[in-house]
Structure formats: structure tokens, C-alpha cells
């Protein structure tokens, strides 16, 4: 039994179809057992999110439901202080020493991989899964001290992830979504809502409308 968990953290503000389809294509590309989606409480690399935690948690929830394997953790919404992926995978592993968890980030995050806290330490953790994004391209790209790595733990071979418990990387071709998440707000900023359907589940549509939550401060007023 393929027993390799794969793992997606964001903001998910809000989680959209994008996010979505993601995490299916990978989870069934590796014959993953399954996909978290996990919700940054306190991200330490980009602005605060719009919606509040409780808000992203419960979109998160919504939006899985009919997406067979995905998964919500909150551990890092219920967690105090700046959510470090290396302390989620620290928790993951102390849960279930024996499973093998795959860290999937796309090309833009490994980018910036080495201003992560403990950076290197991710690869004594989990594995991690890199998917494209468009425009932005890594061959070459990388910081010297991030390559090092790429080069010693690059595979072809998705099934070295269940053989080997941690520290390889494998790169995994998704469909290109041209989704954005501010371009999502922006429209319901606007009461745009027939520009954001069928971009993010019906279900988290309607609960965003319930509870008013991309619109301007002002229409609260």
C-alpha cells in the first residue's frame, strides 16, 4: 500500500479550483494516498491574508468535500505564532513516524526556498513534489546553495518516494490553471460574481457571499 501523504499549504484566500485540481492531479500523477490541504495561520512571506483563519479554514472544508482524497489539517491555523512548514512536518512526523510525507510547492515558492526557516531541514522530513508554474522557470535560476541540493536529491523516478522515507525531489507536470486568488477578491471587491464562477466549488462561492467577506470596509458601514 502506497502510504505517502502529500502535503499543500497556502493561504488560501480564498482555496480555488486552481488549488484544487493541483492537489488532485498530484495526488493521482504519484499515486498518493492522499493530499492535506493545510491553511497558513500566520504566513511568514506574504501579506496578512484578507479573510480571517476561521474564514480560509471553513472554505478549506467546503471546498474538499467533494474532492475524494483531499484532506484539512489545521494545525497551523490552531497554532501559535508564524506558520514554518519545517515545525508542521516536524508534528506530521512525530504522528506517523513510519509514513512518508511529499511537500508539494510550486517553481515560485522554490524560488525563494532558502529564505524559509530551517530551509535544510525540510529534507530530512519529507520529500518534496514541484510543480510548474506558468512564467516562471527554475533551470538556472536557483541559489548556489539550493541547487547543491536539487542536483543530489533530483529523481525521475516517482516511485523512490515510497521507497525512501525522505529528501528526494521529484517534479510533476500539472494542467495550467491561469486562476489568481487576488484577482478572485478583486472581482468580489466589485460584487463581480459572475467573474468568479466556476473559478472556485460552488459551495465556498456561496459561503463567501453569506458572509461578506471580500467586500470593501466601507459597504459595511
Avoid at 49 to 61: C, F, N, S, Y
Wanted: charged share 25%; with cysteine.
Amino acid at each position: 500500500m502506497n502510504d505517502v501523504l502529500g502535503l499543500l499549504g497556502g493561504t488560501f484566500d480564498p482555496i480555488h479550483c486552481g488549488h484544487l485540481e493541483l492537489a488532485r492531479e498530484v495526488m493521482q500523477g504519484l499515486a498518493l494516498r492522499a493530499v492535506r490541504l493545510i491553511p497558513a495561520g500566520d504566513p511568514p512571506h506574504r501579506a496578512a491574508p484578507v479573510a480571517t483563519a476561521g474564514e480560509r479554514l471553513a472554505m478549506v472544508r467546503l471546498a474538499v468535500a467533494d474532492y475524494p482524497g483531499l484532506e484539512t489539517d489545521a494545525r497551523e491555523i490552531d497554532r501559535p505564532g508564524r506558520s514554518y512548514t519545517v515545525l508542521t512536518l516536524e508534528e506530521l512526523r512525530a504522528e506517523a513516524p513510519s509514513r512518508h510525507l511529499a511537500l508539494i510547492i510550486g517553481t515560485d515558492a522554490l524560488l525563494g526556498l532558502t529564505t524559509w526557516h530551517r530551509w535544510r531541514d525540510l529534507f530530512g522530513l519529507a520529500h518534496l513534489v514541484v510543480v510548474a508554474r506558468p512564467g516562471v522557470a527554475i533551470d538556472g535560476q536557483l541559489p548556489e546553495s539550493l541547487a547543491q541540493e536539487w542536483d543530489r536529491r533530483i529523481t525521475t523516478d516517482p516511485g523512490t518516494l515510497q521507497r525512501e522515507a525522505v529528501g528526494r525531489i521529484v517534479r510533476q507536470v500539472i494542467t495550467p490553471r491561469a486562476i489568481s486568488a487576488s484577482a478572485i477578491r478583486a472581482a468580489l471587491a466589485r460584487h463581480d460574481i459572475a467573474a468568479v464562477r466556476g473559478l472556485l466549488p460552488a459551495a465556498v462561492l456561496a459561503y463567501i457571499e453569506r458572509n461578506r467577506i471580500y467586500e470593501p470596509a466601507t459597504d459595511a458601514t
